[in-house]
Structure formats: structure tokens, C-alpha cells
């Protein structure tokens, strides 16, 4: 199968990317394809772990802009993770692929406490970990999430999967036919041009641990493989050398 370019990686899914066609929840042919992609990547030798959105089920700042107490909604949006989280771990595991689960809020009736030195273990031991709950925290999304996670497992790249956009425009792709892809940006770029690659947090987090980060469509079969076989594929963002 040949070597791959990274041996560690640490994957963000979004919760819309488990919805496939619907408008809500998660469809089980969206879960067994997200599967298959991450079952090919874990067939390379390559250490996963994934943080997964909860969007497909609720989105906090939505219920804030309808009155909820905003920390109140993060935390249900934590409890929506968790759910995806539990949803593909059993088509990973559906795959042959061992999984563990791992939350940041206290749910040990069904997944472990996030604890860091035993995520790196399972990692060592061939198994993908699934981090749920985000941070733990209410007012940080799952980008923050994804970007602090990679750099306390030690993840070589953060690989950003998009639904149906395959990489970082200069403009919506969906809303502009004009728009322009970037095969390679810098993170001030990106910042500065406020192009929505992630959050401003997430993304300051990457630049100053000089993490990068592979945006790209994940419903675009094989792209995964292709990132661990040096293909360009997406939008690489790092620092300038």
C-alpha cells in the first residue's frame, strides 16, 4: 500500500458530514462512508483521532439566538458530539476498525474520561480514538477542539473535512462560480482574509504550534488516501518558510 506521508494525524468531522442528504440527524450510509474513509487511512499504519461537530443535531449559538443562556447550549451541543461520536464508532468498529471514545464531560457509562497520556496509548496500540465533547468547555467550538487536541497527541497535521468544498476559496464556491482555490495559504492569510477556514481561536492556536492544516472534501472518495500518498489535495495552510 506504500508509506505514508504522515504517521499521526488528527481528523475534524463535522456533525453535518454524518447527515449525508437529510436535513438533520445522522444517516447510516453517511456513517459507514466516513467509515470506509477512515478505515482506509487506518489500513496505511496511520495513527487517527478524530473530533466530530454535533451540527446535524444542534448548534448552540442558533439556540442562544432564540433565547437560551448561551453556556447552557454549548454544553446540549456537547451532548449532540457525543452521539455522533457513539454513531461512528460503531461503523468504525462495524468496519473491523477498533475504536475507543473518549469525552471531555464526565459519561462513563459510555465512553472514557478524556485523559491524554491514554489517548496516546491507544493510539500506539492501533486503535482510532474518537474525541467527543469538544473541549469541555462552553464558548469554544469544535475547531478549538480539534486544534488543541492535535497538539497535545502530538498529531502532525490537522485535517480539516469539508462537505462538498474542496479546499479554501477567496469566496463562497456555492454562491460565486468566479470564486478561486488556494492550493496554499499562510496562516496570517487566512486570518487576515477572514475566509472561514475555522475559527480565529483554532486557527491563531495551529499558527503559533506551527500545526498544519489540510482542508478538504470529504465526500470526494479517496481523498484521504490521497493526502497520506502526498497527492495535493485541498488547501494546505502552514507558515512560510
Same mark, same amino acid.
Request: charged share 25%; aromatic share 4%.
Given at each position: 500500500?506504500?508509506?505514508?506521508?504522515?504517521?499521526?494525524?488528527?481528523?475534524?468531522?463535522?456533525?453535518?458530514?454524518?447527515?449525508?442528504? +437529510? @436535513? #438533520?440527524?445522522?444517516?447510516?450510509? =453517511?456513517? %459507514?462512508?466516513? *467509515?470506509?474513509?477512515?478505515?482506509? &487511512?487506518?489500513?496505511?499504519?496511520?495513527?487517527?483521532?478524530?473530533?466530530?461537530?454535533?451540527?446535524?443535531?444542534?448548534?448552540?449559538?442558533? +439556540? @442562544? #439566538?432564540?433565547?437560551?443562556?448561551? =453556556?447552557? %447550549?454549548?454544553? *446540549?451541543?456537547?451532548?449532540?458530539? &457525543?452521539?455522533?461520536?457513539?454513531?461512528?464508532?460503531?461503523?468504525?468498529?462495524?468496519?473491523?476498525?477498533?475504536?475507543?471514545?473518549?469525552? +471531555?464531560?464526565?459519561?462513563?457509562?459510555?465512553?472514557?474520561?478524556?485523559?491524554?497520556?491514554?489517548?496516546?496509548?491507544?493510539?500506539?496500540?492501533?486503535?482510532?480514538?474518537?474525541?467527543?465533547?469538544?473541549?469541555?468547555?462552553?464558548?469554544?467550538?469544535?475547531?478549538? +477542539?480539534?486544534?488543541?487536541?492535535?497538539?497535545?497527541?502530538?498529531?502532525?497535521?490537522?485535517?480539516?473535512?469539508?462537505?462538498?468544498?474542496?479546499?479554501?476559496?477567496?469566496?463562497?464556491?456555492?454562491?460565486?462560480?468566479?470564486?478561486?482555490?488556494?492550493?496554499?495559504?499562510?496562516?496570517?492569510?487566512?486570518?487576515?482574509?477572514?475566509?472561514?477556514?475555522?475559527?480565529?481561536?483554532?486557527?491563531?492556536?495551529?499558527?503559533?504550534?506551527?500545526?498544519?492544516?489540510?482542508?478538504?472534501?470529504?465526500?470526494?472518495?479517496?481523498?484521504?488516501?490521497?493526502?497520506?500518498?502526498?497527492?495535493?489535495?485541498?488547501?494546505?495552510?502552514?507558515?512560510?518558510?
Amino acid at each position: 500500500m506504500g508509506e505514508a506521508r504522515y504517521s499521526r494525524v488528527l481528523l475534524k468531522v463535522s456533525g453535518e458530514s454524518l447527515k449525508g442528504s +437529510a @436535513e #438533520s440527524g445522522i444517516d447510516p450510509d =453517511a456513517v %459507514a462512508y466516513l *467509515a470506509e474513509e477512515i478505515g482506509q &487511512m487506518h489500513d496505511k499504519g496511520v495513527e487517527i483521532g478524530v473530533v466530530i461537530g454535533g451540527g446535524n443535531i444542534w448548534r448552540g449559538e442558533a +439556540a @442562544e #439566538s432564540r433565547g437560551m443562556d448561551r =453556556a447552557t %447550549a454549548d454544553y *446540549a451541543g456537547m451532548l449532540a458530539t &457525543m452521539i455522533n461520536a457513539l454513531a461512528l464508532q460503531d461503523g468504525l468498529e462495524k468496519r473491523g476498525v477498533t475504536t475507543r471514545t473518549q469525552s +471531555a464531560l464526565q459519561m462513563q457509562a459510555v465512553a472514557e474520561p478524556y485523559i491524554r497520556r491514554r489517548a496516546i496509548r491507544h493510539l500506539e496500540k492501533g486503535r482510532v480514538v474518537l474525541f467527543a465533547a469538544g473541549t469541555g468547555n462552553p464558548f469554544m467550538t469544535t475547531d478549538t +477542539a480539534s486544534a488543541l487536541r492535535a497538539l497535545e497527541i502530538g498529531a502532525e497535521v490537522l485535517l480539516m473535512a469539508k462537505n462538498n468544498v474542496d479546499g479554501v476559496y477567496d469566496a463562497d464556491p456555492n454562491e460565486n462560480p468566479d470564486a478561486v482555490r488556494f492550493s496554499e495559504l499562510d496562516y496570517m492569510e487566512a486570518l487576515s482574509r477572514r475566509l472561514q477556514v475555522m475559527d480565529s481561536t483554532a486557527l491563531s492556536l495551529c499558527m503559533d504550534n506551527k500545526l498544519p492544516i489540510i482542508v478538504f472534501d470529504v465526500y470526494q472518495s479517496g481523498s484521504m488516501a490521497g493526502i497520506l500518498s502526498g497527492d495535493p489535495v485541498g488547501t494546505i495552510i502552514s507558515g512560510k518558510e
